[in-house]
T-cell receptor, first 110, second 113 residues
């Protein structure tokens, strides 16, 4: 089983739609969680950290479910500019490495 | 302020050759991490350095080595290049070790022929 698993997609959604991605992780000692966004042939950029209580940043909402070992990202009112690959990232307690999922590709269609 | 800078941006090497990739972190950041990203996959952890000391190493062969300098810049070296080493090599900068997220450089795209 992969340490971090994501549905690769692509998710094709119309502008204005709401879309959600899930990501599961296998190490229950995981401590820090993030969503990164990566545009084609560019570097990953931090979208948001994910906190136990859930957190929101504009149209983006991230949630963590420790019991089921998954994190989620919800994007409301999708824009064309949201088209990208969204990478789920997990850091285990006591380690220094980030473990990335393979990413979920989102295409927002006009 | 400059972000994370990596050089070169692109590189073509022949199998068996050696390559050195360079990274300068954000000013004030003391930690540099290296990741390899193969097309269609997420980045894979190679090394993390903090205050010139190696703090972690991923599942990469000994052909991969790195170091961090007193000014916190870093080099990644790869010996005896294989075709499978073709990838985007990303440098990530953080204050201490990434607990609050990394800032990535734009990467070095290495092609081994």
């Amino acid at each position: 089983r992969k340490e971090v698993e994501q549905d690769p997609g692509p998710f094709n959604v119309p502008e204005g739609a709401t879309v959600a991605f899930n990501c599961t992780y296998s190490n229950s000692a995981s401590q820090s969680f993030f969503w990164y966004r990566q545009d084609c042939r560019k570097e990953p950029k931090l979208l948001m950290s994910v906190y136990s209580s859930g957190n929101e940043d504009g149209r983006f909402t991230a949630q963590l479910n420790r019991a089921s070992q998954y994190i989620s990202l919800l994007i409301r009112d999708s824009k064309l500019s949201d088209s990208a690959t969204y990478l789920c990232v997990v850091k285990a307690s006591g380690t220094y490495k980030y473990i990335f999922g393979t990413g979920t590709r989102l295409k927002v269609l006009a | 302020d400059a972000g994370v800078t990596q050089s070169p941006t692109h590189l073509i090497k022949t199998r068996g050759q050696h390559v050195t990739l360079r990274c300068s972190p954000i000013s004030g950041h003391k930690s540099v991490s290296w990741y390899q990203q193969v097309l269609g996959q997420g980045p894979q952890f190679i090394f993390q350095y903090y205050e010139k000391e190696e703090r972690g190493r991923g599942n990469f062969p000994d052909r991969f080595s790195a170091r961090q300098f007193p000014n916190y810049s870093s080099e990644l070296n790869v010996n005896a290049l294989l075709l499978g080493d073709s990838a985007l090599y990303l440098c990530a900068s953080s204050l201490f070790g990434g607990g609050d997220g990394y800032t990535f450089g734009s990467g070095t795209r290495l092609t081994v022929v």
